[in-house]
């Protein structure tokens, strides 16, 4: 750990695999003091042996916690908060998606997406506001996704789940800013995890340990909203928004 080492505590939803794994390794190879959770705690466990085994000093706290469950984030997340000390980095990560069309979809499953993406989101968020409130100070996370830019064929529940976090999070900025808390919206594009491994097609995939690398670098940067990996995303998103919907709507359902 450098000198003047500028000490974070972490909190990450949805920590047992794919992005959210990558960024508690990072930020506990960094040394912060971390809070991972997800519903598998064996996996959690895991991970932070893993993360302790790199000596880094930090703290590395593990809780149980199905986001999409609303009250239990307000039982465990602010625990964690007190664990800790208090909050820097809040990131609401935990995520799920469903792939199915229109007659053969489960009302059941989209209502999961939502609850999880959406609902989990802001129940995680709205949880922490007393310790955001009261430490003046702090930044929130969350990670939406490129599906968010255009409602996807094939992926109705998950683009709105993630157009809804994006505006959540876009209004919630104005919101948080005089309590010295900032936002930041992140936007992958395809990143090597266990959400898409099934899908046919996965274009521009980047590894899960490169996309969150990236995802890191742009957090720590602060920026308000970033699509990553930046290219070709950020361009295919100018381009998603401006194609006719008589064009949008042949986009086959995968
Ligand atoms: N990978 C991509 O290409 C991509 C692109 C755009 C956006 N994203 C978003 O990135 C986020 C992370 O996804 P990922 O790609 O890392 O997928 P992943 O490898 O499948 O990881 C999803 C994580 O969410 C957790 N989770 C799922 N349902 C949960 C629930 N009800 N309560 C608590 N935790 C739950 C899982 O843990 P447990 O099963 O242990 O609970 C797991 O740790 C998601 O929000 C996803 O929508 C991913």
Same mark, same amino acid.
């Given at each position: 750990? %450098?000198?003047?080492?500028?000490? $974070? @505590? #972490?909190? =990450?939803?949805?920590?047992?695999?794919?992005?959210?794994?990558?960024?508690? +390794?990072?930020?506990?190879?960094?040394?912060?003091?971390?809070?991972?959770?997800?519903?598998?705690?064996?996996?959690?466990?895991?991970?932070?042996?893993?993360?302790?085994?790199?000596?880094?000093?930090? @703290?590395?706290?593990?809780?149980?916690?199905?986001?999409?469950?609303?009250?239990?984030?307000?039982?465990?997340?602010? @625990? *964690?908060?007190?664990?800790?000390?208090? #909050?820097? *980095?809040?990131?609401?990560?935990?995520?799920?998606?469903?792939?199915?069309?229109?007659?053969?979809?489960?009302?059941?499953?989209?209502?999961?997406?939502?609850?999880?993406? +959406?609902?989990?989101?802001?129940?995680? =968020?709205?949880?922490?506001?007393?310790?955001?409130?009261?430490?003046? &100070?702090?930044? =929130?996370?969350?990670?939406? %996704?490129?599906?968010?830019?255009?409602?996807?064929?094939?992926?109705?529940?998950?683009?709105?789940? $993630?157009?809804?976090?994006?505006?959540? +999070? /876009?209004?919630?900025?104005?919101? #948080?800013?005089?309590?010295?808390?900032?936002?930041?919206?992140?936007?992958?594009?395809?990143?090597?995890?266990? =959400?898409?491994? @099934?899908? $046919?097609?996965?274009?521009?995939?980047? %590894?899960?340990?490169?996309?969150? $690398? &990236?995802?890191?670098?742009?957090?720590?940067?602060?920026?308000?909203?970033?699509?990553?990996?930046?290219?070709?995303?950020? +361009?295919?998103?100018? *381009?998603?928004?401006? #194609?006719? /919907?008589?064009?949008?709507?042949?986009?086959?359902?995968?």
């Amino acid at each position: 750990m %450098s000198k003047g080492f500028d000490k $974070k @505590k #972490v909190i =990450i939803t949805g920590a047992s695999s794919g992005i959210g794994r990558e960024l508690a +390794l990072i930020y506990g190879k960094a040394g912060h003091d971390l809070a991972i959770t997800s519903r598998r705690k064996k996996v959690l466990e895991e991970l932070s042996k893993e993360i302790r085994s790199f000596g880094a000093g930090g @703290k590395v706290i593990i809780a149980s916690l199905d986001v999409s469950e609303s009250e239990d984030n307000f039982k465990v997340l602010p @625990k *964690l908060a007190k664990d800790l000390g208090g #909050v820097d *980095l809040f990131i609401a990560n935990a995520g799920i998606s469903t792939n199915s069309s229109f007659g053969v979809k489960s009302f059941e499953a989209d209502k999961k997406v939502i609850d999880t993406n +959406l609902i989990g989101l802001m129940a995680g =968020i709205s949880s922490l506001q007393s310790v955001f409130r009261a430490q003046k &100070k702090g930044q =929130i996370v969350g990670i939406s %996704s490129v599906a968010s830019f255009r409602g996807l064929p094939g992926s109705a529940s998950y683009s709105t789940s $993630k157009a809804a976090v994006s505006t959540y +999070l /876009e209004a919630l900025r104005g919101e #948080v800013r005089k309590f010295g808390v900032k936002v930041t919206v992140i936007h992958p594009g395809f990143i090597d995890t266990p =959400i898409n491994q @099934k899908l $046919k097609t996965r274009p521009f995939l980047v %590894s899960a340990e490169k996309g969150a $690398k &990236k995802i890191y670098d742009r957090i720590e940067s602060g920026v308000r909203s970033a699509t990553v990996p930046w290219f070709p995303w950020a +361009l295919i998103g100018v *381009l998603m928004r401006s #194609v006719p /919907e008589f064009l949008w709507e042949k986009i086959e359902p995968r």
